[in-house]
C-alpha cells in the first residue's frame, strides 16, 4: 500500500502535469474533459446495448471520461485500459474516448513492450465489446472486427507516437540551441576576462617597473646638480621614451589573434642586462648571475622568466629602496631557476595591492610553473620562480568549454547525439513494426476473402429463401441450404408442423443488422420428402 509521502508526490506529479503549461493548457484540459463529460453517457442512454441499466451504464461512462481524461498526462496506459475496461461494462467499447486514449498512449511512449502489451488488451475489450453486441457471428466476423481495430485504436497509437517523437526531438534541438547560446556568451565572456587580465599583467609589469624608475629618478632631481641633473633628466626621458614604447607595443598585441597561449609582450632573457643597467642608474646594488648551460627556450617560459625578474626588481626598488638586489638565473638539468632576492631597504610610503604577485603566480602557472614568494633572514625578500624546459598543459579540473546541459525529461546520457540516434532506431523498428502489422492485417482480410468465397455458405439469404417453393422435394431444397451442421436451434414460440423435420438458419450479418436488435432466422420443415413450411423467424 502506498504510503501517505507517495500519495502526495502523485498528487503533485498530477498537478505538475497541468499546472507549469499555463492557463491556456489549462483551459484546453479543462474543456475536453468537458466534452467527453458529455459525449460519454449518450451510447448508453441510446443503444442500452450493455449488461448494466442505462442510468447506471450513463453514470459510470461520465465518471470515468472526468477520472481518465486528466489521468493521461501521468499515466496514458492506465487511462487507457481503465476506459476499454468500462467501454466493455457500459456497452459501447468506449468509443472515441478510447480512441483518443490511444492517441495519446502512443504521444506519450516511454515502454514499448507495456504500451504493445497495453494495445493487445485494449483489442480483447474491443472483441469482447463487439461478441457481447452480438457483432461477431462466426470466425470471418470475427477476424473483420480485429482488422477494424487497426485503422480505428493501432492508428491513432503510431499518429501519435510519431507527434510525439517529433515534438521531443525538436525540444531537444531547441533546448540544445539555447544551451549553445548560453555556452558562447560564457565563452566570450572568459575571453574578455582572459584578456582584460593579461593585458593589467602586461601593464603592470612593463609599465609598473618603468613608472618606479622614474620615480625614482624624479626623487634624486632636488639633490642632483649640474651634470647629475643633466644626466638624471636624460634618465627620465628615456624611461618615459620607454614606456611609451611598451605601451604601444602592448596595445600592438590586442589587434592579435590568441594561438592558446597568453604571451602578451615577450621579453627575452638577453633583454636582462638592460634591466640591469635601469636598475643601477638608480643607485640601487644589483648583481645579476647566470649558471649551467643556456639552452633555447619557448616563448611563454621565456617570457614568464623575464617577468619573474622585473617583478623581483621593481618591488625592491619601490619596497626597499637602497637595498642590494641579487638576481640568479640557473639553467638546472630539468628546470629553470629564477631568484630574486633584495635585502632591507627604504620602506615604500604608498599603499600597495599585491595585485602584482598574483598575476605573477598566474603567469608562471600557465606557463607550467611554481611561483614562491616570503620573507629572508635580515628582513630581506626572496621571489623565486620554478619553470620547465617545454610548455606542459596547464592542470585543469573544470572544462573552461563545458558542452551543453542535459535535456530535461531524458535519461542520464541525455546528450542530444545519442537521443537522435535512439529516435532514429526507434522509428526503424516503429517503421517494422508498422510495416508487418499492415501486411499481418492485410493478410489477415486476404484469408478471410478467400474464406469466404471457398467455404461453404452457413446462412440463407433473404433471395434463397423466396426461390424455395412448398411442394419442393427435399432434396431439391436440401441442395441449395447450408450443411445441417450450420443450422441453429429454433427457440421461437413458433411451433413446427405435426411429424415435420424442421432446419432452421441464420439470415446473413448484412441482414442482421437491418433488421436491428432483433435475430433473423429462417427455417424449413420438411415430411415425406418434400418441402410442407418454410417460415421468417425473429428473435
Known amino acids: 500500500m502506498p504510503s501517505s509521502s507517495d500519495l502526495r508526490s502523485n498528487g503533485l506529479t498530477v498537478t505538475f502535469g497541468i499546472r507549469p503549461v499555463g492557463a491556456l493548457r489549462l483551459t484546453y ?4 474533459a468537458l466534452a467527453f463529460c458529455a459525449l460519454a453517457p449518450i451510447a448508453p442512454l441510446v443503444y442500452d446495448s450493455g449488461p448494466l441499466p442505462a442510468p447506471v451504464a450513463a453514470v459510470l461512462a461520465t465518471v470515468t471520461a472526468a477520472v481518465v481524461v486528466p489521468l493521461r498526462l501521468v499515466r496514458p496506459l492506465t487511462a487507457l485500459l481503465c476506459a476499454a475496461t468500462v467501454g466493455v ?33 485494449v483489442a480483447c475489450c474491443w472483441v469482447a465489446t463487439a461478441v457481447q453486441l452480438n457483432v461477431v457471428g462466426d470466425l470471418v466476423d470475427l477476424v473483420l472486427t480485429a482488422a477494424f481495430f487497426v485503422p480505428t485504436h493501432l492508428v491513432p497509437a503510431l499518429v501519435g507516437w510519431a507527434v510525439g517523437r517529433r515534438r521531443r526531438v525538436v525540444g531537444a534541438m531547441h533546448w540544445r540551441n539555447v544551451q549553445l547560446h548560453s555556452q558562447q556568451v560564457a565563452v ?48 627620465l626621458r628615456s624611461t618615459a621614451t620607454d614606456a611609451m614604447a611598451d ?30 643597467d635601469s636598475a643601477r642608474s638608480t643607485g640601487a646594488t644589483f648583481s ?66 599585491g595585485q602584482g604577485l598574483l598575476g605573477l603566480g598566474e603567469r608562471v602557472r600557465l606557463a607550467g610553473g611554481v611561483l614562491h614568494h616570503g620573507t629572508t633572514t635580515g628582513t630581506g625578500f ?77 446462412t440463407v439469404a433473404a433471395d434463397q429463401f423466396a426461390a424455395v417453393r412448398i411442394g419442393q422435394p427435399e ?36 441482414e442482421q443488422v437491418r433488421s436491428g436488435e432483433q435475430v433473423v432466422l429462417y427455417r424449413f420443415c420438411f415430411r ?3 418441402l410442407v413450411e418454410k417460415r421468417e423467424l425473429r428473435e
Open 89 to 121: 461494462v457500459v456497452g459501447d467499447g468506449g468509443g472515441l474516448l478510447v480512441v483518443m486514449l490511444c492517441f495519446s498512449a502512443g504521444y506519450r511512449l516511454r515502454h514499448l513492450g507495456r504500451s504493445l502489451l497495453a494495445l493487445l488488451l
Open 29 to 32: 484540459e479543462v474543456v475536453l
Open 475 to 510: 432434396t431439391d431444397v436440401r441442395q441449395v441450404l447450408p450443411p445441417p451442421a450450420h443450422a441453429v436451434d429454433d427457440e421461437t414460440t413458433e411451433p413446427p408442423p405435426p411429424a415435420a423435420t424442421c432446419v432452421t438458419y441464420l439470415a446473413p450479418l448484412s
Open 188 to 235: 566570450a565572456r572568459q575571453a574578455r576576462t582572459r584578456e582584460r587580465n593579461r593585458i593589467a599583467r602586461d601593464l603592470h609589469d612593463s609599465l609598473g617597473h618603468r613608472l618606479t624608475l622614474i620615480s625614482l629618478y624624479a626623487g634624486t632631481l632636488p639633490a642632483a646638480t649640474g651634470a647629475q641633473r643633466d644626466e638624471h633628466v636624460a634618465l
Open 382 to 458: 626572496r621571489l623565486a620562480a620554478m619553470l620547465p624546459y617545454r610548455v606542459l598543459a596547464p592542470e585543469s579540473t573544470a572544462d573552461p568549454h563545458p558542452g551543453p546541459a542535459a535535456v530535461p525529461g531524458m535519461d542520464a546520457a541525455g546528450d542530444f547525439d545519442l537521443l537522435v540516434r535512439r529516435s532514429a532506431h526507434r522509428s526503424r523498428i516503429a517503421l517494422i513494426t508498422l510495416t508487418v502489422a499492415i501486411t499481418a492485417v492485410l493478410g489477415c482480410c486476404g484469408a478471410a476473402v478467400f474464406f469466404v468465397a471457398t467455404a461453404p455458405p452457413t
Open 247 to 276: 605601451l604601444r607595443q602592448i596595445l600592438g598585441v590586442l589587434g592579435q589573434e590568441e594561438d592558446g597561449e597568453e604571451v602578451g609582450v615577450a621579453q627575452p632573457l638577453d633583454s636582462l642586462d638592460a634591466l640591469a
Open 288 to 353: 645579476l648571475t647566470r649558471s649551467g648551460t643556456s639552452r633555447p627556450l619557448p616563448p611563454l617560459i621565456e617570457h614568464a622568466a623575464y617577468r619573474v625578474v622585473q617583478e623581483g626588481v621593481t618591488n625592491a626598488l619601490r619596497h626597499a629602496r637602497g637595498g642590494p638586489i641579487d638576481v640568479a638565473l640557473r639553467y638546472e638539468p630539468d628546470t629553470l631557476v629564477v631568484e630574486v632576492v633584495n635585502g632591507p631597504g627604504a620602506s615604500h610610503p604608498g599603499p600597495t595591492s
Open 528 to 530: 415425406a420428402g418434400a
